[in-house]
């Protein structure tokens, strides 16, 4: 008996003719991240190991999110089921906002219809990675021209994330605020574990 609904179908061959449904983002817009402390808070990576990069590494993908409690669990909350974060983790992250200096439309995968208005439906949101990059590069040569991808956070679907795809840093102004264990984000962190019912462990 086969399972159903099985495997998220390919891209459908054609996509190019479907209309998305877009977010505008606007020059001001603030997007967070948790990074690295030794590198930058910009990274347009080619690893191919996250959902939306590219399947044979032809372009780079940044993933950011709309507040810092879905940059908190999108960087903490990969193995499922684990509700802790030591001190260690946190002090070798650094929290920084990325504030957008031009418009950017972001094809929509979080909001009513923006599925369905592709042919996709919730598998391509949590099914293989395989399918999802394939998916991520034929949206991105869309005749629209989207500069990325609006979607739920994986452990928390109320927040969105985005995969941008390569562009050029020069419409980022960067901010880096330090820790989260720096004692200006103690309240923000505090709301923050508390939202997750996370424990902060040495």
């Known amino acids: 008996m086969t399972d159903f609904p099985g495997e998220h179908p390919e891209p459908p061959s054609d996509l190019g003719g479907r209309s998305p449904l877009f977010v505008k983002i606007t020059p001001g817009t603030v997007f967070s991240r948790i990074h690295n402390r030794s590198t930058g808070p910009v990274f347009f990576g080619r690893t191919g190991g996250n959902r939306f990069d590219a399947p044979d590494g032809s372009f780079g993908v940044l993933y950011v999110g709309f507040d810092e409690h879905c940059a908190f669990i999108e960087t903490f909350g990969h193995d499922t089921g684990i509700r802790v974060v030591t001190r260690r983790a946190l002090a070798q992250r650094h929290l920084s906002y990325l504030e957008m200096t031009e418009p950017l439309n972001l094809v929509d995968l979080a909001a009513s219809g923006g599925l369905a208005r592709i042919g996709a439906d919730a598998r391509l949101l949590s099914g293989p990675h395989r399918v999802a990059q394939r998916w991520s590069a034929a949206l991105r040569i869309h005749p629209s021209k989207p500069a990325g991808l609006v ?48 424990g902060l462990i040495d």
């Open 151 to 198: 979607y739920p956070a994986r452990h928390d679907t109320a927040r969105n994330a985005c995969a941008l795809f390569d562009f050029s840093d020069s419409v980022l102004q960067l901010t880096n605020a330090g820790s989260l264990l720096d004692p200006q984000h103690a309240l923000l962190l505090a709301t923050i574990l508390d939202t997750y019912g996370f």
